[in-house]
């Protein structure tokens, strides 16, 4: 445990919180000093670090940035799970994964590319992999080489879950559809592994959504849900503004279910299906 002399004062609660929104873009509050300190304690402690204050200049002078990757990951949330809310997988099942199927059949396009940002641990590309994977099976006409699916994370270590595609009974359990363990995953030692096939579907990368966006592909479909929440409202018009510059202009884009554009942008049209909300950029 950290004793008194070490618990975080005012000054350092104000020194990491602006690092961590420089760093990583997420607004930690000002009722927040707890979070702060109970999420990165443990790193204090293992670092050989007397203060909170010490902690962050080793942190500021790691030309490595592997104590920065730390810091990521205590403070990121890693919140998920399959098909979470069921309202956009519905969209893809029924509205758009027919439309790419007929734009690859009559030549309109010759690949899909999609981009799940800040995918954490993998269960939002998977989920969609299986989608195709399930939908190419039964038309036959297109195939999977015709679809490139992106994850992108901030957080390393969820990153490395997200490639070694395992998952324990409880990660299992959360939103997974009927019948969709026993077609898609491989069980041993109490962990379910996704198959090869749809494993292979998905490339992971570590990205920063703060950073440029000239590494990503023009897309197709791009999710970036449940993660604006944390960012700052300049940041939030920065992101979506850039979202928009990846996006084809008959692509489309998800953000999550409690999540509005309003206020943030006006690139976009919203459209609906079934209460379902997703958008497209504007012509």
């Known amino acids: 445990m950290l004793s008194s002399k070490i618990a975080i004062n005012h000054e350092e609660f104000i020194l990491l919180r602006e690092y961590i929104q420089q760093e990583c873009g997420i607004v930690v509050g000002d009722e927040k000093v707890y979070l702060i300190e109970s999420r990165l304690a443990r790193l204090v402690v293992e670092t050989g670090c007397n203060s909170f204050k010490e902690f962050y200049l080793k942190a500021k002078s790691d030309v490595t940035k592997k104590l920065r990757d730390k810091i990521v990951d205590a403070m990121t949330t890693n919140e998920t799970l399959w098909f979470r809310d069921m309202k956009p997988w519905t969209i893809i099942k029924d509205v758009l994964i027919p439309k790419f199927f007929d734009d690859l059949k009559n030549g309109r396009k010759q690949k899909i590319t999609i981009w799940s940002a800040a995918c954490s641990t993998g269960q939002e590309p998977y989920s969609l992999a299986m989608l195709l994977d399930e939908a190419i099976r039964r038309d036959g006409r297109v195939n999977k080489s015709q679809f490139s699916i992106l994850g992108t994370d901030i957080s390393p270590s969820a990153l490395y879950m997200a490639i070694s595609g395992r998952y324990n009974t409880i990660a299992m359990s959360r939103g997974m559809l009927p ?105």
């Open 179 to 283: 019948g969709y363990k026993e077609k898609y995953f491989n069980d041993a030692d109490g962990v379910s592994e996704i198959k090869p096939e749809i494993k292979q579907m998905v490339v992971y990368k570590q990205f920063n959504l703060q950073h440029d966006f000239t590494k990503i592909p023009n897309c197709d479909l791009i999710f970036c849900r449940n993660v604006a929440i944390y960012f700052s409202p300049e940041f939030k018009k920065e992101l979506f503004k850039k979202i928009h510059s990846k996006l084809f202009t008959d692509g489309y884009f998800f953000i999550g279910s409690t999540e509005s554009l309003i206020g943030y942008s006006t690139d976009y049209e919203q459209l609906e299906y079934q209460r379902g909300v997703y958008y497209k950029p504007k012509k």
